[in-house]
């Protein structure tokens, strides 16, 4: 009987720390988030789009933003999941917890949608169409998790 | 179909080793915006675009998904070619010779600042061999350096002088860090990083975009009346593992630039090409690249330094632009090449403007391993 | 559309979950191997080698470079170009463009990702955004999910509907011997498969392999002299890339960058009713919902009739259209190869070199790309 010639691997690990920077928008947006619980878009000077996350220019009319707009915190999730799997979170290091809801939600104001966790796991119990709010925390720290998720209007 | 293809503006904003008020949008429409309102180009105008990033230096995988709003690529073609900025110019080229498109946006960006520079570029390396040894583009060039010096007896502070002169010259360079008047003493007295290399012979991480914008023969005649054509390009990658090469040498970029000399239809390029941009990430390329480059002998860069030639008053001024030392990051290192290139061609150098008439420039650009893959483009006022 | 440039040969490795006994190089080297003994060719002929990968899964930056003794590309011209999930694709439009341009003859593209030697997840997760996107973001199978609740709630595409896309698509792949999942499925598995992310089963969604994929691009000249095989000319090419943030397209599944490409290669390929004068085609489905709500976007059918597409049987192997006789994504994702195996099933087609997966007299084909931005990259082939 022959033997299969054993098959080697080389593990490699490497850890990458990165600081992203905010820059002046974001770091504006993450701010009322921590200190006013407060949730901004940004309009685009041209079209008058609000869009979320903030960001320096419309693409569509490639002309710059240029006014905070207060949105939410109520919202219509437009669409939604409940994750099942866990896999490895590159944020953590560590499987994620599952199950856990999350959505795109069109919050009142904004032209565009976000994406956040929902307060509800069960599919039985979410619909496409209904009114959420946000959630915040009570330690915020300037991130979009100071938002703690979003939970249906009663 | 079309024949040529000219660069018909430009647009460069400052390097700095850290723009912490920047984030990667505001990086890039800086210069985007800026280049389309110097031209008065409408966006609905832009034909297609191609950009220069890398995902390991973001620390985003598709590292041009942050930016396709602010390129001006909503709902249009862009692609990214993640490598130097001057494969970017050769591939926006080709793109408007195929005639499918008439113009085409190149930009480069990089916000170095943000990752830690030493691991991501140990990542190049491969896991079985390599890596494991901690490469990264410092030591790895320190290799090459050490390897050219002994081959060609070249004493260590001929590569100093030429760190030297490139920061010196840096200093009439808005858009650097890192002009200051340096002595050769000053270089060798930096602290050593890698042998032989001392930290001024190094380049810096830094935070940076530009931008250019191509066009065919015909467009170019409607956005300029000073375009600078594209006359030659060529490519070339070398061997992966360092041992594999003879590291005194850049075969990589001798076949790059017979390619892009064979295009341009130049037969001398020590007397053809009137300037070069090189991208020195080390001093010693600033004298082992002229010999790849076929401007002098092998073994002789130093003395190319020594006769004066390459001065900004001399017959073939080399990087009057300070060069990569000066303060570039990654990326955008050989676009702007290629941008200090076309403005010594038109006249816009401003402060680092040479005397001497240019109509014939040669811009290098490279990334990888001991500047594993090189890239030659040829500028021509005609 | 610029000058004529036409795939004439191709090659894949053949797809799994692992490779274990070969490393990164050795797999792109087959599928190199492949494609030249296709083209009847040596390395000696190829001018330029032009490659993609998605560094991030198999944590090798600038893999071009390690790359080279496998691609060939040593001491020749190459370029990387890597636009996330469309990458294959992309660097199968760069290879046109280099022919094209006039100065190259003969292109090889290689494409490859050894989905094995990686977390393909947690790569998936880092082209999130890091500031909005990361925590929530569970991969492709999630955004997916997002899209599906979206377009099921809107226009009452079913689950069934769904299946019945894996169920053609896997079972397709038993004519392909290069396909990963080469095993027959039913509704019932599809409907019973392990909940991933509601909607999203198993089975709706496609696995991770270990795959390379090369394809010769050659200039008119070339094609016409030394092609072994009939030349798949290039008809028709676009690109679409849109905002940055999913959460910024509105009705997701629908790929907005999807209808504005095909808008844009019909025009040029003179095609006015798809359906019918499509003979077959390549998407890169990633997930069931996805091919429905793609057979709208590219004009097969109305929006919102995807599902009644699917059940009418035009897109069978049988049907007026056949979409994925490869069997699809949802048989075989090796990413940063995805994108370029459906523009080289596509040209296997219009070569007429489909085996036991032709689509008889097959002579305008059309292939998709895809990736977690959705964006596009579409391609139109075609025979002489």
């Avoid at chain 2, 040669?362 to 040829?378: D, E, I, K, M, W």
Wanted: glycine letters at 8%; proline letters at 5%; aromatic letters at 8%.
């Amino acid at each position: 009987m022959t033997q299969e010639p054993k098959l080697l691997e080389v593990s490699s690990q490497a850890n990458y720390p990165y600081n992203y920077s905010a820059g002046r928008l974001l770091s504006f947006f993450f701010r009322a988030l921590r200190d006013q619980q407060k949730i901004y878009g940004r309009k685009c000077s041209k079209c008058g789009k609000v869009y979320i996350p903030p960001r320096p220019v419309c693409g569509p009319c490639f002309a710059e933003t240029n006014e905070w707009v207060e949105v939410g915190p109520k919202g219509t999730l437009e669409c939604f999941t409940v994750v099942y799997f866990t896999f490895l979170d590159p944020m953590t290091g560590k499987k994620r917890p599952v199950p856990y809801g999350y959505g795109l939600i069109k919050l009142d104001r904004a032209d565009t949608r976000i994406q956040h966790f929902l307060s509800l796991n069960d599919p039985r119990k979410i619909r496409v169409g209904m009114r959420v709010e946000a959630v915040f925390n009570e330690e915020r720290e300037g991130k979009l998790s100071d938002i703690k998720w979003f939970r249906p209007v009663e | 179909m079309p024949e040529r293809v000219a660069i018909i503006g430009y647009f460069q904003s400052r390097c700095e080793p850290e723009k912490r008020e920047y984030h990667i949008t505001d990086l890039v429409y800086e210069v985007s915006s800026g280049l389309l309102n110097q031209l008065g180009m409408e966006i609905k105008e832009l034909d297609n675009i191609v950009s220069c990033s890398q995902d390991f230096i973001d620390g985003r995988t598709i590292s041009n998904r942050t930016i396709p709003e602010v390129e001006g690529a909503y709902l249009k073609s862009e692609a990214k070619l993640a490598g130097d900025g001057t494969q970017a110019v050769f591939y926006g080229m080709m793109r408007i010779l195929s005639g499918k498109y008439r113009t085409c946006m190149v930009l480069a960006h990089a916000k170095m600042s943000e990752g830690p520079q030493n691991v991501i570029a140990n990542a190049m390396f491969d896991p079985f061999f390599q890596r494991p040894l901690g490469f990264d583009e410092l030591n790895s060039a320190a290799l090459q350096a050490r390897r050219y010096l002994h081959r060609y007896k070249i004493p260590e502070d001929k590569m100093a002088e030429a760190a030297a002169t490139a920061l010196t010259r840096a200093q009439k360079n808005e858009n650097v860090f890192r002009g200051k008047k340096t002595t050769t003493r000053q270089v060798l007295n930096s602290k050593m990083v890698a042998s032989p290399l001392h930290e001024l012979e190094v380049y810096l991480p830094a935070d940076g975009a530009c931008a250019l914008m191509l066009a065919d023969e015909t467009a170019a005649g409607k956005w300029t009346d000073q375009p600078v054509w594209l006359a030659g390009a060529g490519v070339c990658l070398d061997s992966y593992y360092l041992g594999d090469r003879d590291l005194a040498e850049s075969r990589a970029l001798s076949k790059a630039a017979k390619k892009a000399y064979k295009m341009a239809g130049i037969k001398n390029p020590r007397q053809e090409i009137d300037l070069v941009e090189l991208s020195d990430y080390f001093s010693f390329q600033r004298l082992l690249y002229p010999e790849a480059l076929g401007l002098c002998e092998p073994g002789n860069g130093s003395r190319l330094m020594d006769s004066g030639k390459s001065d900004p008053e001399g017959k073939q001024p080399l990087n009057p632009s300070g060069g990569v030392l000066a303060g570039n990051p990654l990326c955008v290192s050989g676009l702007t090449r290629v941008i200090e290139s076309a403005k010594q061609i038109r006249g816009e150098a401003g402060k680092l403007q040479v005397k001497k008439e240019i109509r014939t420039a040669l811009s290098q650009g490279s990334y990888g391993p001991a500047g594993q893959s090189q890239c030659v483009l040829l500028l021509s006022a005609k | 559309m610029g000058r004529r440039a036409a795939i004439i040969a191709t090659g894949q490795t053949v797809h799994k979950s692992k490779r274990r006994e070969v490393n990164i190089v050795e797999l792109i080297h087959e599928a190199v191997s492949d494609c030249l003994k296709d083209a009847e060719m040596t390395m000696a002929d190829i001018d330029a080698v032009l490659i993609g990968n998605m560094e991030h899964f198999e944590g090798v930056y600038n893999a071009d470079l390690w790359a080279v003794d496998g691609t060939g590309a040593w001491l020749k011209h190459g370029m990387k170009i890597t636009t996330g999930g469309t990458t294959g694709a992309s660097v199968a439009h760069a290879g046109y463009y280099h022919v094209a341009s006039g100065m190259f003859d003969c292109v090889l593209c290689v494409g490859w990702e050894k989905q094995s030697d990686g977390d393909t997840t947690a790569g998936l997760i880092f082209q999130a955004d890091p500031l909005f996107e990361r925590a929530t973001m569970s991969g492709a199978i999630g955004t997916f999910a997002l899209a599906a609740s979206e377009y099921m709630n809107r226009f009452g595409i079913t689950e069934e509907q769904a299946a019945r896309v894996a169920v053609k698509n896997r079972g397709n792949a038993l004519n392909n011997p290069c396909a990963h999942l080469r095993k027959a499925i039913t509704i019932e598995n599809v409907l019973q498969s392990t909940p991933l992310a509601y909607p999203i089963k198993l089975l709706d969604m496609c696995p991770t392999s270990d795959g390379a994929c090369a394809l010769l691009v050659a200039s008119e000249k070339i094609a016409k002299k030394k092609s072994p095989n009939p030349p798949a000319w290039f008809k028709a090419l676009s690109t679409r890339h849109d905002q940055p943030f999913n959460s910024d397209l509105p009705l997701l599944i629908n790929m907005r960058s999807l209808r504005d490409a095909a808008k844009e290669a019909y025009a040029q390929a003179g095609i006015k009713n798809p359906l019918k004068e499509i003979d077959v085609a390549e998407l890169y489905e990633p997930c069931t919902f996805a091919e429905l709500s793609w057979y709208e976007a590219l004009g097969f059918c109305e929006l919102g009739q995807g599902g009644k597409l699917m059940d009418s049987g035009a897109t069978q192997m049988s049907g007026e259209l056949p979409v994925n006789p490869s069997g699809g994504v949802i048989s075989t994702n090796c990413i940063g190869a995805t994108a370029m195996i459906r523009v080289a099933e596509a040209a296997i087609q219009v070569m007429g070199k489909g085996g036991a997966r032709q689509v008889e007299g097959a002579k305008i084909a059309l292939a998709t790309g895809f990736g977690g931005s959705f964006w596009t990259e579409l391609t139109i082939l075609e025979r002489d």
